[in-house]
């Protein structure tokens, strides 16, 4: 059973630098001519912060995700390369 859960946790961090890199990679593609598709994509999110102020302490949660074309490729890749391994 172990096993099984740190499989979970090792795949989980495989999609994560997957999404991470493509991200980056598309963003930096973006200022590129012929790869300007890679940085197609869409953001969602909290637009505007949530503000909890307790008097003795502030927090603040906010949240947004940017996803590209870039970032599901490095997904995909990732997911494919977590299966070989």
Request: glycine share 10%; hydrophobic share 55%.
């Amino acid at each position: 059973m172990a096993t099984r859960e740190k499989n979970i946790w090792i795949l989980l961090i495989f999609i994560l630098s997957g999404l991470v890199v493509g991200g980056l990679l598309g963003e930096l593609a973006s200022n590129v001519d012929f790869l300007w598709w890679l940085s197609y994509g869409q953001e969602f999110g909290l637009s505007d912060p949530i503000t909890l102020n307790l008097q003795v302490i502030t927090i603040t949660f906010g949240l947004m995700f940017k996803i590209n074309i870039a970032s599901i490729i490095g997904m995909t890749l990732a997911i494919f390369i977590y299966r070989k391994v």
